[in-house]
Structures are given as C-alpha cells and as structure tokens.
C-alpha cells in the first residue's frame, strides 16, 4: 500500500469512527443552565432513550473519556451516572471493552432468580413474603433442584448472567439420602455469581465475601437455645425423644441432632433418638416427642388419641417448623421466622445492601406440652 492510499485509509477510518461516535452520543442532552445535577441529565439521556427504544439490549454506550471530552464534563460525573446505572442492573461494564446496555424493561426494577431445594409449606412461606414484600416490579422466577448437586450446578450455568439477583437455599444430600455439606463444585458454582447479585438464604456459608448477602438458620444453636427456653416445661418429662428421619428424600441438617443432644446431656435429661413413629409405638407416660416430618406428627397423635391419652399432660410434643395448622391445633412449636426471612431478603435487594444476619428461631408455647 503507497503512503498516498495508507494516509486516506487512516483519514477515511477516523472520519468514520468520529460518525459513529457522534451517532452513539446524539441522545445524550445536557442544559448546562439546568439545575439538575449533570450526572442525573446523563442517566436520565440514557433511561430515555431505552424507554424509546432508541437504545437496545447488548448495544454499546459511549466511554467515561467520550463523554467528558465531548460534553466538557468531570470524568467523575460521568463515573457516578453509569455507577448508578450499574448498581440498577441497566447497563454491565465488560473489561477493556466499554458499558453495554443490559436491561431495557426499566418496570421491572430486579429480575431474581429464586432457588430452592424443595417444595414445602415452610419453603413457599418463605418465597411468598420475599415475593410479597418486593412488590409488582420485580420479576421473580422460582426454581428446584430436589437437593441434588448436580442439578444445583446445571441450573447455575445454565442461567449464569440471566438475572440481577440469585437467591439461594443450599441444602444437598448424598446418595445415603443423608443432608450433607457443599462440595468443591458446588461452591465453585456459587462464587461464579457475582457476590453483589448473591444472597443465600437458610445457611450460613462463611467461605463467601462480606459483599454476598446472608440470612441463615443455626440448625445446632437454634435448637439448643429454643428447647433452654421452654425448659421449665420440659424438665416436668421423664424422657425426650427426637424422631429425626435418618434417610429422607429432602434429608434435615445434622445439626439438629447435635444441638439436641447437647441440651439433653447439659440439663442430665434422659433422651432418645428414633428415626420414624412406628405403627403400634410403646408409649409411655411423661414422655415429650420432637418431631420433624408433618407425618410422624399426624401418625403420633392418632395413636395418642386412640390409646386415649392427653396431649400435653400424659404425653408432650413439640414439632419443628411452624404452620398455620398447628396453631390452629394448638401444637408447640420450635421455628424458625419464616415471615421474616423472606422479608430481609427481599429488602436487601429493594435497598441494594447486604447483611450477613441469623434469622430468629422460637420455642412458641402452645398446649402439647
């Protein structure tokens, strides 16, 4: 190529490249006698312009440098304009490449994935209060993986950068069906989610940044304290008894266990633990039952009714997890705030800021004991 060629070649691309630059900054209008903030006129060209569709999903936006040069703006005010925008979830910022639009439906102020182990009552208590307490402009989309780590991972990746928030319950089973805790893989899936779109809900997984959000559960603290509460009651039995299901398709934290044991041994109480309410139990008197599947619950007191006993002063029961149903029954109840859980969880997303916080867990005095 002659220098003559090379020298057009050079004019023709920097012509261009200041078109398309100009094309890329016509949307943005700032009135310099205007008393609204510069920053704010920046967002606002930009927020516009989506709203007309002028600007589209994926497409590019001008540099922090383009902005400042041509509007004769601080670099720090353009800084804060898409700094905001980002924290909104309205445009990313991709490394050595520039600021892209990533959202362009401006009424939906968050789209959240919410990600659950299981179907239950006391999981749905949850998603409604998160769901309820965000409000109409935000979209939430709820998923299971049935406790299976291999579905966790899979759902992950194949909806890694879908959403503005990822809310997590990481509860996993082993092939014993016993609840166990996560795997390499399993928290490499989870710190692939940038830590200020991640919230993790039900456990405590220390290994995250301070910038992950937390409200979780102390399954082995939550009991131990829960049942001190209610020791003046419960001291009135001879034995306690803790049905804790050994294999289950959606298997409880061990923790419970321990904390259980640990209560029973500090206050020298006579303790046992079974694994089902069997057909036909060797029922005594004075004994008080912990019971965690909805189903011993119902098959324990059938037997206590039929054998004619009272609930409450022949034979005592505490179930774990509370339900509308049991307060209605009157059954004593240890439990975590369903209510509240999904409430801080969804505030942390509403005032875009994480807490690391253990959610409040109750012994509620009822008439089974």
Known sequence: MSISKFLEYIR??????????????????????????????????ILKSIHKGSLGMGEKIPSINELSE???????????????????????S????????AKTDLSIQANVLFLINKLSTYKMRIFNSFVNTLGANAKVDLDIYHCEPIVFSDILEKKKNLYDYYVIMPHFKNENLQHMGCTDDILKAIHAIPNGKLIIMDRNLKSLSKEAGR???????????ALTTGFEKLKNYKKIILVYPNKAIYPYPKGIVTGFK???????????????????????????????????????????RDRHYKLGEDIGIISYNDTP???LLGITVISTNFKKMGEEAANMILKNKSINVKNEFNFIDRFSV
């Open 12 to 45: 023709t691309t920097f012509y261009n490249l200041q078109i398309n630059t100009l094309e890329r900054l016509e949307y943005i209008k700032i009135d310099t006698n205007s008393r609204i903030p510069k920053y704010k006129q920046v967002m606002d060209s």
């Open 70 to 92: 041509e509007y004769l703006l601080s670099r720090d005010t353009v800084e804060k304009a898409y700094g905001l925008l980002k924290k909104q979830n309205i445009i990313v």
């Open 325 to 327: 149903l049991k307060e």
């Open 262 to 304: 640990r209560f029973c041994i500090q206050h020298d109480i006579d303790y046992e633990i079974l694994y089902e309410i069997y057909d036909g139990m060797e029922l005594q008197l004075k004994d008080l039952y912990i019971i965690i599947e909805e189903s011993d619950l119902v098959n324990l007191v059938k037997q206590i």
């Open 215 to 225: 409200i979780y559960q102390d399954f082995t603290e939550d009991i131990f304290n």
């Open 94 to 101: 991709v490394k050595g490449k520039g600021y892209y639009i």
